[in-house]
C-alpha cells in the first residue's frame, strides 16, 4: 500500500465538513414535541446495547427504528453525523478525528471496550515465520474496516516495536467482511487477521494459528468506543436524549449483574423474535461487552490516547481538540452507579 493511502487512516475530513453543514441533523419533532423514535443501524447476529437495553423495557417509550446494518464504525458515527440515523459507534479515535473535522456530534455513552474476556487477537498460521513487528512489513493485515480500533491498535503496535513511519507504510492493512478472515488466514490469502469474539474463539477451537498479539496485550483493559448523537438532536430532544443514554447504561450494569448463560439466552430471543433471517449461534460465545466504568461513563482519559497519537501522526494539530470537548456524560443518570435489575427477569413491554 502507498504511502499516501496508508496515510488516509481515519481520514474523515471530509465527512466532518458535509455534517457540520448539513441541514437536517436529526429526526426532532420540532416545535417542543420531542421525538420517541430513534434511528439505527444494527450488526448482523449481535445485540447491540441500545437493543437489549429496548428489550429490558429500560428505554421506556422511547422506540428503536433499524434501517439497516453496518460492519464499520466509522461508516456508522458518519450516517449519525450527517442524519442518516440518530446515533451511532464507533472506536473513540474515528470520534476524536470526526470531531475534529468539524462534525456537530457528542460522545454520550461508552459502549464495548476491552477486558480479559472482550478483546481482538492479531493471528497468524501456527508455522508462519512471522514472529514480531519488523516481520509485517509488505504483509496483509485483514480487519472489518480502515480507520478503526484494529487499524490503530496495528499502528501502536508497530511503533511501540520501533518500526519508523515509512516502515509502517509498507504494512498493508486489508478490508475482509469478518465472517471471511479466518478462511482468508487458511488459505493464506492475508498473513494477519484480526479476530474477536466468537470468531476468535471458533479460529482457536480449529487449531492451526497462533496469537501474535492482541489489543488488551497493548493497553489492557479501557472503554474503546462510545455513541455519539448530534448536537442538534441533545439539544431539540433532551427528555429522549437521556432516556436513550440512561437506558444504555443500564443494560450495561445488567450484563455485568446477570449470569452469562442468562444473558446470551435473553439475546438469543431477541434475534429470533427481530425476524432478520440472522444465524444467533455465535450469540453462545457472547463473554463481555468490555466497557470499563460503571454505567459506560466517559472520562478524558478515553480520548487523550487517541488526540496524542492522531497529533503525533500529523492528523491533528496540538490543540485543535480537547478531550473534555468531546463528550458529555450529561445524559447518563446512571454514571457511576449501578443498575437496578428491575427489568432482568421479566419480558420487556416492548415486545410485539
Same mark, same amino acid.
Given at each position: ?21 448539513? !441541514? ?7 416545535? !417542543? ?30 422506540? @428503536? ?23 451511532? !459507534? ?7 478525528? @470526526? ?11 461508552s459502549y464495548y471496550g476491552v477486558d480479559q474476556a472482550a478483546y481482538s ?10 514472529? #514480531? ?19 490503530? @491498535? ?30 482468508? =488466514? ?9 479476530? #474477536? ?36 438532536? =441533545? ?11 440512561? #437506558? ?75 478531550? !473534555? ?10 454514571? #457511576? ?16
Amino acid at each position: 500500500m502507498p504511502a499516501a493511502s496508508r496515510r488516509q487512516f481515519l481520514s474523515l475530513a471530509a465527512l466532518g465538513v458535509a455534517a457540520a453543514a448539513c !441541514g437536517r441533523a436529526d429526526a426532532s419533532g420540532g416545535g !417542543g414535541n420531542e421525538t420517541k423514535k430513534i434511528r439505527y443501524q444494527g450488526w448482523a447476529g449481535q445485540v447491540t446495547l441500545p437493543e437489549l437495553a429496548e428489550d429490558l423495557g429500560y428505554l421506556g417509550d422511547v422506540k @428503536l427504528e433499524w434501517v439497516g446494518n453496518t460492519i464499520s464504525g466509522p461508516q456508522d458515527i458518519q450516517s449519525a453525523a450527517t442524519g442518516q440515523t440518530d446515533f451511532g !459507534g464507533a472506536f473513540n479515535g474515528a470520534v476524536v478525528k @470526526l470531531i475534529g473535522a468539524g462534525a456537530p456530534v457528542k460522545s454520550v455513552i461508552s459502549y464495548y471496550g476491552v477486558d480479559q474476556a472482550a478483546y481482538s487477537g492479531y493471528y497468524v498460521l501456527e508455522d508462519s515465520p512471522i514472529r #514480531g513487528a519488523r516481520d509485517l512489513l509488505g504483509k496483509k493485515v485483514a480487519m472489518n474496516t480502515l480507520g478503526a480500533h484494529s487499524e490503530a @491498535l496495528l499502528d501502536i503496535y508497530l511503533q511501540r516495536n520501533g518500526l519508523s513511519p515509512a516502515d509502517i507504510a509498507k504494512v498493508e492493512p486489508t478490508v475482509l467482511p469478518p465472517v471471511s478472515t479466518e478462511q482468508a =488466514l487458511r488459505q493464506k490469502q492475508v498473513e494477519v487477521a484480526v479476530l #474477536g469474539g466468537v470468531l476468535r474463539d471458533k479460529a482457536l477451537a480449529a487449531g492451526g494459528v497462533r496469537p501474535l498479539f492482541s489489543d488488551f496485550d497493548l493497553l489492557g483493559a479501557f472503554s474503546a468506543g462510545t455513541f455519539v448523537m448530534t448536537n442538534r438532536f =441533545l439539544k431539540e430532544n433532551p427528555t429522549t436524549s437521556r432516556t436513550f443514554v440512561t #437506558g444504555v447504561a443500564k443494560a450495561i450494569e445488567w450484563s455485568r449483574s446477570t449470569p452469562r448463560e442468562q444473558v446470551i439466552a435473553r439475546s438469543v430471543e431477541i434475534v429470533k423474535r427481530r425476524g432478520r433471517n440472522e444465524d444467533p449461534a455465535a450469540l453462545q460465545y457472547w463473554k463481555s461487552f468490555g466497557v470499563a466504568a460503571a454505567g459506560g461513563r466517559i472520562s478524558d482519559q478515553d480520548f487523550q490516547l487517541w488526540i496524542d497519537w492522531l497529533v503525533a501522526h500529523g492528523d491533528l494539530k496540538a490543540g485543535q481538540v480537547k478531550a !473534555g470537548d468531546l463528550y458529555s456524560n450529561d445524559f447518563n443518570g446512571l454514571a #457511576g452507579q449501578s443498575a437496578p435489575a428491575d427489568a432482568a427477569a421479566s419480558p420487556s413491554a416492548s415486545r410485539s
